[in-house]
C-alpha cells in the first residue's frame, strides 16, 4: 500500500554478525578483522585487535530484556534476532515498530573499537568494508527507508576528506565522526578541508552523540577559570553532557562563522540539558570575556540554534521546555535494537511523549526535520517491504 514519511526514527543502529561486511576486507587483511566469538555460557563476544573482549549485550536488546553480557545476534531456532538480520528483516521490524524509516548508525565493533588497530592500511581497509556493506548491501534495498551513516576514518584529514567523496559516490547521504577530521580530538585548520568538501557534496554531518574529546583537558585544583581555554571555560556552568565540549569547540574555533551553511546533526544526545546549558553558554562567556578577548560574531547559544539539530530518545521532558530551548531544532531516535530503545512500542511512546505538542511541532520532529537535514523527499511514495 502506498504511503509517505509520518515517522521517521533519526537514531538506529546497524547490529550484524560480521560475514555480511568482513568480505569486503582484502583478503591480506582479512584475517585482521573483528572475530565473533560464541561464548559457552551463551552469546557472542566480539574479538578485535588492542581491544579487551567486547560482550554483546546492550547492543543487541531488541525488544529486551535488556542484558550487559550474554546476548546473541541468533534466536534459539538459529534466525537473527531483532536488529541482527538483514535489510529485508529491517523494513519489517519498521513495519513492526510503525515507522517509515531510520538514520542508521555503525554498530562500534565497526567503528570505534577498530581504532585500536594501529597498522593504518588495514584500520582503513576495514573502515571501508563496513561503509561498502552499508551501501550496497544493505542500504540499496531501500535507500528512502534505510538512511546509512558512514564512518569517517580517524587516521588522517587525508583519509577522512577521501572516504567522504568515496561513500557519496556510493550512494549514502550521512556520515558520522568520531573524531575531528584531523583524527584527534580537537579541531584543526585542515579541517576546514573536510568542512567544505562536506558542503560541496551535499553529505549530512550526523556524529552520534558527539565526536572529538568529550571534556575539556584538566586543570590544577584552584587556578580558576583563566588557566582554561575558552572553550573549557564555556563549560564551567553548562556542564560536561556530550556534546557541549564539541559544540564549545567548534563555536570558539569559528566554524560556524566561517561556513555559515554549515549544519551538525548529534544523535543520542537529548535536549533537556539545552534548556540551562544555552542560557549558561552565553552568561559564562560575556562574565569571562573580558579576558579571553575573544570576538564572535554571535552569542554562543545563538551559533547552536542556527546550526545544530539534536536527537532525543528517551528524553520526553525535552518536549515540554520549548520555552527554554529549540524544539524546532529535535528529532526523535527509537535506538533500535539498543538498550534504552522503545520497539516495538515506538507508536506508544510517541503517543505519550509527544501529547503537549501540536500537530505541526509534532510533525517537524518526526518528520521534517530529518527530512531536510538528510536530503530526503518527504512527497514520494516509499518502498514497499518486500514479501
Request: hydrophobic letters at 40%; aromatic letters at 10%; charged letters at 25%.
Amino acid at each position: 500500500m502506498a504511503h509517505r514519511y509520518e515517522v521517521i526514527s533519526a537514531d538506529g543502529h546497524v547490529e550484524t554478525p560480521p560475514d555480511g561486511w568482513v568480505k569486503y576486507v582484502p583478503e591480506e587483511w582479512r584475517d585482521r578483522a573483528p572475530r565473533l566469538l560464541h561464548l559457552p555460557g551463551g552469546g557472542e563476544a566480539w574479538l578485535i585487535e588492542g581491544r579487551p573482549l567486547l560482550h554483546n549485550g546492550q547492543n543487541i536488546t531488541g525488544r529486551g530484556p535488556v542484558r550487559f553480557a550474554g546476548a546473541s545476534y541468533y534466536k534459539e531456532d538459529g534466525s537473527p534476532n531483532d536488529g541482527a538480520g538483514d535489510a529485508v528483516q529491517r523494513l519489517r521490524e519498521q513495519d513492526e515498530d510503525g515507522i517509515d524509516a531510520e538514520i542508521l548508525y555503525p554498530p562500534v565493533f565497526a567503528s570505534r573499537f577498530i581504532e585500536g588497530i594501529a597498522d593504518r592500511p588495514v584500520y582503513l581497509a576495514l573502515v571501508q568494508a563496513y561503509n561498502t556493506f552499508l551501501a550496497q548491501d544493505y542500504c540499496s534495498v531501500a535507500p528512502d527507508r534505510l538512511i546509512g551513516c558512514a564512518v569517517v576514518p580517524v587516521s588522517g584529514i587525508d583519509d577522512a576528506v577521501a572516504e567522504l567523496r568515496r561513500v557519496h559516490s556510493l550512494g549514502l547521504r550521512a556520515v558520522a565522526l568520531h573524531q575531528f577530521p584531523n583524527g584527534g580530538g580537537a579541531p584543526r585548520p585542515e579541517d576546514d578541508r573536510f568542512w567544505e568538501a562536506a558542503l560541496d557534496l551535499g553529505v549530512a554531518l550526523a556524529p552520534h552523540q558527539g565526536f572529538g574529546e568529550v571534556t575539556p583537558p584538566p586543570v590544577a585544583p584552584g587556578v580558576g577559570t583563566q588557566m582554561r581555554s575558552m572553550a573549557g571555560a564555556l563549560l564551567d556552568r553548562a556542564g560536561s553532557i556530550r556534546p557541549a565540549y564539541c559544540l564549545a569547540q567548534l563555536i570558539v574555533d569559528g566554524v560556524f562563522d566561517r561556513f555559515p551553511e554549515i549544519e551538525l546533526y548529534f544523535a543520542e544526545s537529548n535536549a533537556a540539558w539545552l534548556a540551562s546549558a544555552l542560557w549558561h553558554f552565553d552568561d559564562t562567556f560575556h562574565c569571562y570575556n573580558t579576558w579571553f578577548e575573544k570576538e564572535l560574531a554571535k552569542d554562543p547559544s545563538q551559533y547552536i540554534r542556527d546550526h545544530v539539530y539534536f536527537g532525543i530518545i528517551r528524553d520526553p521532558l525535552a518536549l515540554r521546555l520549548g520555552e527554554f530551548l529549540p524544539l524546532d531544532r529535535l528529532m526523535w531516535g527509537s535506538d533500535f535494537p539498543h538498550s534504552v530503545g522503545s520497539f516495538p512500542h515506538s507508536q506508544e511512546f510517541i503517543a505519550e511523549a509527544f501529547a503537549p505538542l501540536d500537530d505541526s511541532m509534532r510533525r517537524q520532529i518526526l518528520v521534517d526535520n530529518p527530512v531536510r537535514f538528510f536530503g530526503l523527499d518527504a512527497d514520494a511514495v516509499l518502498t514497499d517491504t518486500p514479501m
